[in-house]
């Protein structure tokens, strides 16, 4: 591979290839003092290829390949290769990690406690988490939580944050343009941006914090709370991993721990204000 | 990394850890994993110093191939449920047959689809009690099932409903339209039992069939780990008294001589397997070798005319030329996605 | 007429969870977990040692666990557990 990017993130290694220096060059940009891999090994490789080999000057068309693949993966354009990465790195993580519990969730710390956020693409998760890592909180991930089985603890994976519209601005009104990566429009997932967490989350992405608070927030309502039975949670979150069944018995044991003992509530809320406000609220109740 | 020759170095003598650089461990494990034999890497390398993220890595392998093949011996266990009123013999292939039979083969092995041989006259009735309980035809389309009905050795696949897994149900170990002929009914005759109502190849026809396997069914895709097999296989019945004639005489009765003495060469070179009755080496063995050595660092596979030059052999092997040029033809105008990474 | 009977996996092959009202189970030996609700985990734990067919559990769970239901219910009921791969013909 003509090109090559290295990155750690939380206590997974990452190695990007790439045909072309364009992606290569903004996850460099993007990703900015944070660590190679740990020991100087990936443990996961992303290779963003030629759809053909023609297709590497005309009209680019980056396939997404590397160590886990979906067959019928559709390629993406040149413009959108930071995309590819971003995407490549994110299989690499559901079909190959197999150590930790993943939950599709994003999460953010406080006194070695932390608030787990779940949901569809579109509760604003990645938003949330983003926000509260300007509020005082440390940022530990937008897109994967890891819950170690035999610690029960949960893991940073402080990735670049993935923003969508409405978040884009929200968090342009609270963070400098150096943080941001570029717009990318047009693409499969609409229009995005990536923020690079800020540099508290990145120097401690090696801490774990013990969750206290468990949230499934929903935009666009007026502000309401309401419980979660541990049932649901528990079907809700499997629903979210895409590894839970690879990890069998430990999985069982580590999620069956996490919903017995962590409070769980759904949120509405119409604003990134007022869900703030009642996340603080809960915390202060119930972590 | 350009090639597999350090990997398979490595699996050969798995003391060469100690003498790697750093940087050549990320190329070697991705290397592995291309090839699934990183969980078996894992288990070659048990023992010896190596650096702490590496250690993790190996352990996370490992540790997956073993809920792997949980999972397979479940899929075995709910076909033998499932077909034991029919008194219909059913013998495990493959990677869930090593671990059922707690072979030193199975050490390691990622496992994917559960693959059964049953007898031919018994397919309606297997195909019927799968059904019931709860598989269903994976969807092809017409032309697919066409194929499979016709040429194939097997039925077309099937997937359970709720475990989302899949069964290949053979009735032999090549396809008709192939040029050897292996004896099928003599393959369930000499079969094993093990105890659970499921039964495995008798050693000799497991190591037949996974020469079979290696070089007359498929494109070479994922050798070195077929290879492997051989070897894991060779090593364990190899000291048993009178085996090497045995084989010999197993191989020829399913026109497999060629393959199986063209799988110990090679086996004996790459991986130093001890080996006897095996034949020279030769200038065809060779081009094999790169072919199965053809993955590099990265993952990928190389030396592309050489792969086409397998891929279109395998399908050469399976049918005859005038059909190969249609069925080829046809594949090419639909655009199917290839199978591997 | 007595129909088929069945049997549950001993207890050291399942691990449950109470979550209100429902039972996450996980099953060892083909590793899936399942979400039960009555009278599935009682039809599990009323089927552990000796088999019985859908007559014979009804019985059982009457005694040990004040659950009433008919044969066709139990039937009913074997069958979703068989195919869960949670109960098996003994």
Redesign the interface.
Known sequence: ?RHEFAVQVGPV?F?V?SEWRAPVASLQRLYEGYPP???????F?V?LEAERPWRRWMKPSVAI?????L??AAPLALAHGLLAAEMGMNLQMALGQ??YLLLHASAAERDGKCVLMTGASGSGKSTLAAMLGEHGWRFMGDEFALLDPETWLLHPFPRAISLKNRGIHAMEELVGPDRFGPWLKGTPKGTLRHLRPRQDAIARMGEPARPALILFPTYGADTAVRPV???EV??RL?QASTN??????RG??AL?HL??EVPARAIDYPDGKAAMEAVEALWAELS | MRDAQLFVALLREPAGAARLAPEQWTPLLALARSESLLASLAHRLDGEPLPARVRTILEDARADAEQGQRQALWEAEMAQRALAPMGVPVILLKGTAFAAAGLPAAEGRSIGDLDILVPRDALDQVQEALLVAGWEWVKEDAYDDLYYRRWMHELPPLIHRERDRMIDVHHTILPPTARPKPDAAALIEESVPLGSGLRVLAPPDMIVHAAAHLFADGDLAGGLRNLWDLDRLLRRFGQDEGFWEELAARARRHQLGPHVRRGLRLTARLYGTPVRLAGRWRASDALFERRLLARNGWGQTTRRPLRFAFYVRSHWLRMPPLMLARHLWTKSRRQRPPMRA | MAGPLYIADPEELVRAVELDGLTALFHVPSGMTHILAPPAPQILAALRGEGADAAELARRLSESFEIEGGEAEMEARLAELEAAGLVRRA
């Open positions: 591979m290694g190695r290839g891999p740990e020991g100087g090994v990936a443990d490789s290779r390949r590397g160590d886990y693949v067959p019928d197999k150590r039975g541990a049932a528990f079907v499997t839970y069944v690879t990890l069998g018995e069982f044991g069956s919903v017995t």
